[in-house]
């Protein structure tokens, strides 16, 4: 039996949703369809399952807060709609139930060809570290700074002949040259390059 | 580094499924990462548990990158005829001259689609208004 009530009467601690269609593709940031496992413990939803879509967004959004991102689909935002519950599952071996269902959510990925902006965090000699959004770790190598030249000093700065600083804090807009996934970390890196026109500091 | 050689932003060579999708500006983003916060303050006795680093350093990032803030701005910048892809380009960074909208989205020129220099400066002109009235 898959009837919503039930769950009060299972032994089962928790209720699985299984997520149905994952149709993602990401630049940026994408507004996606996409296929999850999340638990739920039964003893959060009352008789008539009136809480079922509270306790799925919650458990969502700790899921993504959990795995927070995937080689393939970036980085996890947020759950911005339930697209639909269908009918629960009893899964026989563990108690668990499980609910397909379909929720519209934001990921942010970033491409190789793509121009953002983003913060100078960390600077060396060799290049400089920045950070856009949830990606905390973008290198801009010295030799992809056409122009730029490293000056020394208790807080090292890259200058070039026109005295355009990159210093801490800086806004940049760079151009991606390569993005890795770092699996263990369960985060992306990325290789930026200010090789192009209208790249560089920003006012 | 990842060869994902179809993927190329500056080509829009990323794919037939990407250009379906739904590709948002940090201004729209700001607007429903804000909204998500406060729903998750309402419904949540822990908001801060649900709200993860990235989903923080999201929200951060495109509210000092957003350069609409009006709601009914954004609306009318998402109205114009571009691939999704490009439109966020544009809303994003707000190129001033067609040069600089060329070198940021070489695709607008290249893709023949009728996007003559004279096109995109009126374009330009008009996000810029947008701005400005907002």
Known sequence: ?203 | MSGEEEENAAELKIGEEFLKAKCLMNCEVALILEHKYEQLQQMSDDPMNQVSQVFEKSLQYVKRFSRYKNPDAVRQVREYQLAEFELCVLGNLCPETVEEAIAMVPSIKTKGRAHDDDAIERMLNDLSLIKKFE
């Open chain 1, 1 to 203: 039996q898959t009837g919503r009530y039930q769950f009060h009467s299972l032994a089962a601690r928790t209720l699985s949703l299984f997520i149905v269609q994952m149709k993602s593709f990401s630049r940026m940031f994408l507004k996606v369809q996409m296929p999850w496992n999340v638990i739920i413990p039964a003893d959060s939803l009352d008789a008539k399952g009136l809480m079922l879509k509270k306790a799925i967004v919650i458990r969502l959004m700790d899921e993504f807060a959990c795995k927070k991102a995937t080689k393939d689909r970036g980085y996890f935002m947020a759950v911005t709609t339930l697209e639909s519950i269908g009918e629960g599952r009893v899964r026989q071996n563990t108690g668990d139930v499980l609910f397909p269902v379909v929720f519209s959510g934001i990921t942010f990925k970033m491409y190789r060809g793509e121009i953002l902006q983003g913060v100078v965090h960390k600077i060396l000699k060799h290049g400089v570290f920045l950070r856009c959004g949830p990606v905390q770790n973008i290198y801009l190598s010295h030799i992809k700074m056409p122009d730029y030249h490293y000056v020394p000093g208790e807080n090292g700065i890259f200058m070039n002949d026109k005295h355009s600083k990159i210093d801490k804090d800086v806004i940049v807009r760079f151009i991606v040259i390569g993005t890795k996934w770092m699996e263990a970390e369960r985060e992306f890196q990325a290789l930026v390059s200010l090789e192009g026109d209208y790249l560089g500091p920003v006012s």
